[in-house]
């Protein structure tokens, strides 16, 4: 009977694989430092936020470069960024919006959909990059915008912050309709995440 391979967690780990953690530990911050705001609000908590993104974009890249540069891309490497990145470019930039004044009914939905398309685009990136390594030992292109995209919501949500636009002044202020709030500001939100299941092809550096 086949068993499946056993190995120590710890020692399997390449360099690249602890950028990787680095990258889920910057997500998660950001999602805690907005539940902080939550809890008591404060423009710093928000701009903290908004800060770890791109750091967690820089343990992004690196991870990736590192892998190349050590020889040490693997499956479980692969699997292990896809996870930190749901948690850094998808759960964080919503919890992020939704501590900013994206609370309503169809706010709630847009930003479910925009988590959802992430964890979809980053599922079809495994598949069609085992598929290119089997055909051609390189992934040529993304398909889809790469959920790392989402740090620029985030950046256009810091300047909310800085200029005080929160809340009830968040810009371009709320529509009421079907018992809902939606703020069209959240519609950035819904148009990354078409843009992630999209069939645009990217070229991979």
């Known amino acids: 009977m086949n068993r499946p391979p056993r190995f120590s967690m710890i020692r399997s780990f390449h360099l690249a694989d602890w950028l990787t953690l680095g ?10 430092a907005a539940m902080a705001h939550l809890r008591m609000p404060a423009e710093h908590s928000l701009l903290r936020a908004a800060a770890f993104i791109p750091f967690a ?3 992004d890249v690196l991870d990736g470069r590192v892998a190349r540069w050590r020889q040490s891309a693997s499956v479980l490497g692969r699997e292990l960024d896809s996870l930190a990145d749901v948690i850094a470019f998808g759960a964080a930039p919503a919890a992020i919006a939704f501590a900013v004044g994206m609370d309503g009914l169809w706010d709630r939905a ?5 988590v959802a398309c992430g964890v979809s685009r980053l599922a079809r990136y495994n598949v069609t990059a085992e598929a290119f390594a089997q055909a051609t030992g390189k992934v040529t292109y993304f398909e889809g915008t790469p959920i790392p995209t989402s740090a620029l919501l985030v950046l256009v949500l810091a300047a909310a912050v800085w200029q005080g ?13 079907a018992s809902g709030t939606l703020h069209p500001l959240v519609l950035l939100y819904a148009l990354s995440g078409s843009l992630m299941i999209s069939t645009i092809r990217i070229p991979k550096p």
């Open 57 to 59: 974009l820089l343990f």
């Open 165 to 177: 636009r929160t809340g009830p002044a968040l810009w371009f202020g709320a529509w009421e309709f």
């Open 110 to 114: 847009v930003l479910l959909y925009f």
């Open 23 to 32: 990258n889920a530990a910057c997500g998660m911050a950001a999602i805690l």
